[in-house]
């Protein structure tokens, strides 16, 4: 009582008038409530007692017994209690599950209502449903920290407006003294990984709310998803284990642990947890995602495409996640060496949006173009033409093209090419205006512009060093085995391209696309390490991907085939 009591704004002794008690009793999932009264009767006394639905207060059962004088008032009391006994059992089986709300700080009933509400969306996976309840709960009581932070989680995992989540998780940070320990521990650990960036101290927030409740499920969850940021795997695994053991432990957990599997390239145990995902939670849209990257990444881009059509047709029209699924499906065409309705897909998307929404699509044509159809130079066109759009270089989509035209260029080996567009950057764009992520990105790739010609073991070692620090989770994977072939160390290249063919990066598009390609490059390899049966089995899984790949392809094919018949 005295925790619903402080949850709810008031001090932990306040006397519980029958009104009270109820919203008590319906914030902590119980039934009913019993109210009583002592009235005198002559000498002696009545005892009567009311039980009441906690929903409504309704009457229930009404007892009644009375004390002829002082010495019966024990035998009164004791014949009280056994009507009640023996008739409240009875009658709260007539009052239907009204389900538990959850406990969480507000002065609001109503509110708590609209909160409950959306946090039972969210355990479905159905997040946009829910957001409109968050926002008629901050309404109702705009100091509902929970119902701030859990508003920031929705746009946030949504991909909706950037501003409103930081304003959303700030505002609940603020509020955060009103609230329990272990409401502030979550509140808390939420505003520094999105916004602090001190994500040692999220780690330690999240810790701190399982000490309180070692089987609350946002703890558990966002913990394993903080252990997955810092690459910390295994420790992932292990927390998001224990989260979807819980007997209601949402579909985000179950997301999270599949993605978790991917990353440690674990596709068998993705696989299997991806079903029971499914059984559970048929209703999130989250699973045409995952499902199809987990399929993508078991080298069957067919059954991946058939998950992405069967989501599109029932997904809600005009959602981000209804246009992150058309660009998956352009993806998977990559993957099955359908390059030209891979192409005609992505610029339909950058027509439909432009080159400032429709960054990630951009990316794709360019590096598409440099990879498979009319080289560098077209890619790189691709990204000029998207620049004269671009409002001005403080806006940061033009900082990302900048960083691609540099990347494709330094894929190619065209180093001076590359300084040229890195010196623009550097010079509209100081280092103090960047993320620190984002300033050792440029840092790395000026050093390859610059050194590697002459120094190419101080590239591949700068490289090689970055990959294994903490903050840097599979950040420059997709680079790694160029500089290294550039610096002629071929067997380690060949192993990250191995590496790249079976492990989910970060961005969940680059996984796809670059799995041809991780083979392809792999098999050249091999071939000139003089490892001729692990090239024909890079080749030969290729081969069988592309099975129903576009007549584009044909040259890069006929030659896969004449070295895998050769070894034959």
């Known amino acids: 009582i005295q925790d619903a009591l402080q949850r709810m704004g008031r001090s932990p002794d306040t006397p519980l008038t029958p009104e009270l008690a109820r919203e008590v009793a319906l914030r902590d999932g119980v039934k009913a409530v019993l109210e009583g009264e002592v009235g005198a009767a002559g000498t002696g006394y009545i005892f009567s007692a009311t039980l009441r639905a906690a929903d409504g207060g309704a009457t229930l059962a009404s007892f009644r017994r009375t004390a002829r004088s002082e010495d019966h008032i024990l035998e009164a009391i004791d014949q009280l209690s056994r ?23 507000t002065r609001s009933f109503v509110a708590l209502e609209k909160y409950t509400e959306a946090e039972t969306l969210f355990e479905r996976g159905r997040e946009a449903d829910a957001l409109p309840y968050l926002e008629e709960a ?57 916004v602090s960036g001190d994500t040692d101290a999220g780690i330690h927030a999240y810790r701190s709310a ?30 998001l284990a224990a989260a979807i053991e819980l007997p209601a432990p949402g579909a985000v957990a179950h997301n999270n642990y599949v993605l978790a599997r991917l990353y440690q390239g674990e596709i068998d145990e993705a696989q299997e947890t991806l079903e029971r995902y499914r059984v559970l939670y048929p209703d999130d849209s989250r699973i045409v995602e995952v499902a199809a990257v987990t399929h993508a990444l078991a080298r069957n881009p067919v059954l991946a495409e058939q998950v992405v059509r069967e989501g599109l047709a029932t997904m809600e029209s005009g959602t981000a996640r209804e246009e992150r699924l058309h660009r998956m499906q352009y993806l998977l065409a990559i993957q099955q060496g359908r390059i030209l309705d891979a192409r005609a897909g992505l610029r339909q998307i950058v027509g439909d949006h432009g080159p400032v929404e429709a960054v990630t699509a951009i990316i794709m044509l360019a590096w598409l173009e440099s990879r498979w159809l009319e080289g560098v130079d ?53 280092d103090e205006a960047l993320p620190h992520d984002a300033q050792r990105l440029r840092a790395l790739l000026t050093l390859w512009a610059d050194s590697m010609e002459h120094r190419p073991d101080e590239v591949a070692d700068a490289f090689l060093h970055r990959s294994r620090e903490s903050d840097c989770i599979r950040c420059v994977d997709d680079l790694l085995p160029f500089v290294l072939e550039q610096a002629g160390r071929l067997e380690g290249a060949r192993d990250q391209w191995n ?3 079976r492990r989910r990066l970060p961005n969940l598009d680059a996984t796809v696309v670059l799995i041809p390609s991780a083979l392809h490059e792999s098999g050249r390899l091999s071939e ?41």
Not at 211 to 237: C, H, W, Y
């Open 378 to 430: 077209a890619g790189v066109g691709i990204l000029e033409e998207a620049l004269t759009e671009v409002p001005s270089p403080e806006h940061p989509v033009w900082a990302i093209y900048h960083e691609w035209a540099a990347r494709l260029h330094l894929l190619r080996g065209s180093p001076a090419e590359a300084g040229a567009w890195l010196d623009r950057w550097t010079l509209e764009v100081p």
């Open 83 to 105: 009507d009640i006994r023996g008739k409240a059992g009875e009658s709260l089986r007539s009052i239907r599950d009204g389900g538990t709300f959850q406990q969480v700080t």
């Open 499 to 501: 590496d790249l063919a």
């Open 210 to 239: 399982l000490r309180i409740d070692e089987r609350n499920t946002a703890a558990l969850n966002n913990l394993g998803l903080q252990f997955m940021r810092t690459g910390r795997f295994s420790e992932a695994i292990e927390v």
């Open 138 to 194: 901050v309404a109702l009581d705009p100091e509902f920290a929970m119902a701030w932070r859990k508003l920031a989680v929705a746009l946030g995992n949504l991909q909706m407006d950037e501003e409103r989540q930081r304003e959303a998780a700030e505002e609940a940070y603020r509020l955060r003294t009103r609230l329990t320990p272990l409401e502030r521990y979550l509140t808390e650990a939420y505003y520094h990984t999105t």
């Open 528 to 568: 000139a390490l003089g490892d001729h049966d692990a090239a024909q089995e890079a080749w030969g899984a290729l081969l069988e991907m592309w099975s129903g790949a576009g007549p584009e392809m044909e040259p890069v094919i006929a030659g896969m085939r004449a070295r895998v018949d050769d070894g034959e």
